[in-house]
């Protein structure tokens, strides 16, 4: 805009105050004084005029950000590098605690031996349920742990108190992945979710996670309001420091009116810890058995020695390495199959019917329909027998041939497939689902892997976000939570070949917990915790 001169504001055009007010709200081009000097210099005019302006014509009135005592000190927190485990939720200010929830949350603290982050959030709107003239301000009870100051609690970790995300935003960490550097990092927020950062080989994994809160819903009445309070979470962040290459991190999500909680074997209700050896459910990452990590699936047998499922869920069992249909054409991969005895589909059907047995010992074992247990069917149709690289699957071509044929007229039973007829032939107890089955433990949907979507169309994660129920879902490899939809990760090795460059992929596993709340279990390096039931 060129320089002009204005003596009077009824001289303005729209388009000079549309320049005022898009000056007036660029804040981060410096102060108020500095951009009212900007403005006053544009027109012609002194800082004076200019302020009386957007004061009292415009009807803007610029508000210095005032802070707390309590805010200034939350600023200044440290973390005690004596501690080895943390626990890190939300409070919003000018609002109460859940008192029960946070009684909890000490109990934890103590029997963990835990410093207490609380993140200092704001959420200013005078038309919130809890109002005070002067807001900046959290109850008493959060002030000993308010936290408004960025950590470095782990080589690899990072606690990102000082950024304030607005309580109704519907992605709060949206924008941020770069904030926290190769850190992983915790945000505060009402919301919990949780997602992947790919990194390139040899780097340690990158998540970032929301925490939940430990104040009451306070909310406008408004659609982002409401929305707000449709997803406010009770629940924290727990971390555990093994040694300084390795930490683990889960999130705990809270009953809504006793603030009771399960976090793996330990339940905290009513000021009290005790130790449970039960869940309702386990969903598995991926597990492509043939592919699958070793030392991840010994380590899930002992997790549900210590912690029994009543229900076990299985996500693409089989892999089809030796008919995967991706490779089919390239004789270089066909050549090292045969000379590697990798390329017989009975022999890896075998290996994983032998490789299901350990489950038979679960009350009730479920197949979900996945993609790459699809991989028989496809051959099947789309490969000519008669020119197979090798001669090897021949007769299994014949005889899986016949058997889906017969599925195909039998109509009234459906068509599930080849695998869960081999499956059920060798394991009767285990149930196998097809593509549209459902499967429901404490009101989660399980019975969908992921990879078919809405009307047929290929499956994302975020449209399983807006379906009406919750739902735990698998397919991507890549663990992720956005509020009542979460995404397993997987267990096979981290490389398989066709991930190549940055990779999202990690080892975890959901838990159903007795009280109907989830929780993901990630492994690094095959481990999961340090804590001992």
């Given amino acids: 805009m060129s320089k002009r001169k204005v003596k009077k504001f009824k001289d303005l055009k729209q388009k000079d105050i549309d320049y005022i007010k898009k000056v007036y709200f660029d804040k981060e081009n410096g102060s108020w004084e500095d951009r009212a000097s900007k403005l006053a210099n544009e027109f012609g005019v002194t800082q004076r005029t200019m302020r009386k302006w957007t004061n009292e014509n415009m009807g803007l009135k610029e508000k210095k950000d005032v802070e707390s005592e309590h805010y200034k000190l939350a600023?200044?927190?440290?973390?005690?590098?004596?501690?080895?485990?943390?626990?890190?939720?939300?409070?919003?200010n000018n609002t109460p605690v859940h008192k029960a929830f946070f009684e909890n949350i000490l109990a934890y603290t103590n029997f963990l031996d835990a410093g207490l982050h609380i993140i200092a959030g704001r959420y200013k709107n005078p038309t919130s349920v809890f109002t005070d003239v002067d807001s900046d301000f959290w109850v008493d009870e959060v002030l000993p742990y308010l936290d408004a100051n960025r950590h470095d609690i782990h080589k690899y970790l990072s606690v990102m108190s000082d950024i304030k995300i607005q309580p109704t935003a519907t992605n709060p960490m949206s924008g941020l992945q770069a904030m926290s550097g190769m850190n992983s990092c915790i945000f505060g927020s009402p919301k919990v979710q949780m997602e992947m950062i790919p990194v390139l080989q040899g780097n340690y994994p990158k998540m970032m996670l929301t925490t939940g809160a430990v104040t009451l819903i306070n909310y406008t009445d408004s659609k982002a309001g409401k929305k707000g309070e449709?997803?406010?979470?009770?629940?924290?962040?727990?971390?555990?420091?093994?040694?300084?290459?390795?930490?683990?991190?889960?999130?705990?999500?809270?009953?809504?009116?006793?603030?009771?909680?399960?976090?793996?074997?330990?339940?905290?209700?009513?000021?009290?810890?005790?130790?449970?050896?039960?869940?309702?459910?386990?969903?598995?990452?991926?597990?492509?058995?043939?592919?699958?990590?070793?030392?991840?699936?010994?380590?899930?047998?002992?997790?549900?020695?210590?912690?029994?499922?009543k229900h076990v869920v299985i996500h693409d069992a089989f892999d089809g390495a030796s008919i995967n249909h991706h490779e089919m054409k390239n004789p270089f991969v066909q050549y090292a199959k045969e000379i590697n005895?990798?390329?017989?589909?009975?022999?890896?059907?075998?290996?994983?019917?032998?490789?299901?047995?350990?489950?038979?010992?679960?009350?009730?074992?479920?197949?979900?329909?996945?993609?790459?247990?699809?991989?028989?069917?496809?051959?099947?149709?789309?490969?000519?027998?008669?020119?197979?690289?090798?001669?090897?699957?021949?007769?299994?071509?014949?005889?899986?041939?016949?058997?889906?044929?017969?599925?195909?007229?039998?109509?009234?039973?459906?068509?599930?497939?080849?695998?869960?007829?081999?499956?059920?032939?060798?394991?009767?107890?285990?149930?196998?689902?097809?593509?549209?089955?459902?499967?429901?433990?404490?009101?989660?949907?399980?019975?969908?892997?992921?990879?078919?979507?809405?009307?047929?169309?290929?499956?994302?994660?975020?449209?399983?976000?807006?379906?009406?129920?919750?739902?735990?879902?698998?397919?991507?490899?890549?663990?992720?939570?956005?509020?009542?939809?979460?995404?397993?990760?997987?267990?096979?090795?981290?490389?398989?070949?066709?991930?190549?460059?940055?990779?999202?992929?990690?080892?975890?596993?959901?838990?159903?917990?007795?009280?109907?709340?989830?929780?993901?279990?990630?492994?690094?390096?095959?481990?999961?915790?340090?804590?001992?039931?």
Wanted: aromatic letters at 10%; glycine letters at 8%.
């Fill in 75 to 92: 600023k200044i927190k440290v973390v005690d590098t004596t501690k080895k485990r943390f626990i890190i939720t939300f409070a919003q």
């Fill in 230 to 309: 449709f997803h406010h979470t009770f629940g924290f962040v727990v971390v555990e420091i093994k040694d300084d290459k390795m930490f683990f991190v889960r999130q705990v999500t809270a009953d809504d009116v006793t603030g009771a909680f399960t976090d793996l074997y330990f339940k905290v209700e009513e000021g009290k810890v005790q130790t449970i050896n039960e869940c309702e459910a386990l969903i598995m990452g991926d597990l492509h058995y043939g592919q699958h990590d070793e030392d991840v699936l010994n380590k899930t047998f002992e997790l549900t020695s210590l912690l029994k499922p």
């Fill in 341 to 533: 005895g990798t390329n017989s589909v009975q022999g890896e059907i075998d290996a994983l019917i032998e490789g299901l047995k350990p489950f038979n010992d679960f009350e009730n074992v479920v197949i979900s329909r996945g993609n790459h247990d699809d991989f028989i069917d496809r051959w099947l149709a789309n490969e000519d027998w008669r020119k197979q690289p090798t001669p090897k699957n021949s007769m299994v071509y014949m005889e899986y041939s016949t058997l889906l044929l017969k599925q195909h007229v039998d109509v009234n039973d459906g068509v599930k497939g080849v695998l869960p007829e081999i499956i059920k032939k060798h394991h009767p107890s285990f149930k196998s689902l097809g593509l549209n089955d459902s499967y429901k433990v404490k009101n989660w949907e399980l019975g969908q892997h992921g990879h078919i979507g809405k009307n047929g169309s290929r499956g994302t994660f975020i449209q399983f976000r807006g379906l009406n129920t919750k739902i735990v879902v698998a397919h991507s490899h890549t663990p992720q939570r956005k509020d009542g939809a979460l995404c397993v990760g997987t267990t096979t090795k981290l490389r398989l070949g066709y991930n190549n460059g940055a990779s999202s992929w990690l080892h975890a596993h959901v838990i159903i917990h007795q009280d109907g709340k989830a929780q993901h279990i990630f492994f690094i390096n095959g481990q999961y915790t340090t804590l001992k039931p």
